[in-house]
């Protein structure tokens, strides 16, 4: 039986979890079929020469893999405070300081996080590209959706720092989030895309 806990919170009416959670979890989906395409390679004779190669590409989608579920937990931990500031009242001008102020700090965390699972989804595309051109075959179509989610996961996250990084009032920042993200999707994104056409190419006429 399949655990649907995370999805029905998900689905719940509460704020959080919310995309950079379902982003994060996307993410470690995707790490888990790239590594499915390691374990139907190794220890096949006709993998031989790749082998060790197979072994740490496997051993760094574990750690990816145990990165992303703990960033599961941590979005929604990080947005909690934004939560909590929102709330604050602002009636008079120095509980409208307070709550800008509350507010700031924590939309610092509320892009970090998702931050942090770009930085991830990166890496499992990256890991991913090996297995696609180095597993086995017959798992071939299993990288290719990798390669996918892990960027769908990717493209998630971005919208998290996207739509909070505009709420800060420091345009420095805003700078320096938004430029990582963007250069993140830019280039990974295209990684990811490579990946799946040759994917596809190697379906059809390998």
């Not at 790490?31 to 220890?43: A, D, E, P, Q």
């Not at 599961?72 to 001008?93: G, K």
């Amino acid at each position: 039986m399949i655990d649907t806990s995370f999805i029905d919170e998900l689905a719940s009416p509460t704020p959080t979890p919310a995309e950079g959670a379902a982003a994060a979890y996307v993410g470690a989906l995707a790490s888990s079929l790239s590594t499915m395409v390691g374990n139907l390679t190794v220890g096949k004779k006709r993998f031989a020469d790749v082998e060790d190669l197979v072994y740490n590409t496997m051993e760094e989608l574990s750690f990816v893999r145990d990165d992303l579920f703990e960033l599961v937990e941590e979005d929604a931990d990080a947005f909690a405070p934004l939560f909590e500031a929102y709330r604050m009242p602002s009636e008079t001008p120095e509980q409208s300081a307070a709550k800008n102020a509350a507010m700031q700090d924590a939309l610092v965390g509320a892009i970090e996080t998702p931050l942090a699972i770009m930085r991830s989804c990166c890496r499992v595309i990256e890991l991913t590209e090996t297995m696609a051109h180095k597993g086995c075959g017959l798992a071939v179509a299993d990288a290719g959706a990798a390669a996918i989610l892990a960027e769908a996961a990717l493209r998630t996250a971005s919208l998290t720092v996207t739509i909070n990084a505009k709420s800060l009032e420091d345009e420095r920042m805003i700078r320096k989030y938004k430029r990582e993200a963007d250069e993140m999707v830019a280039i990974y994104g295209p990684k990811a895309d490579a990946i799946v056409n040759y994917v596809q190419w190697k379906v059809k006429y390998d």
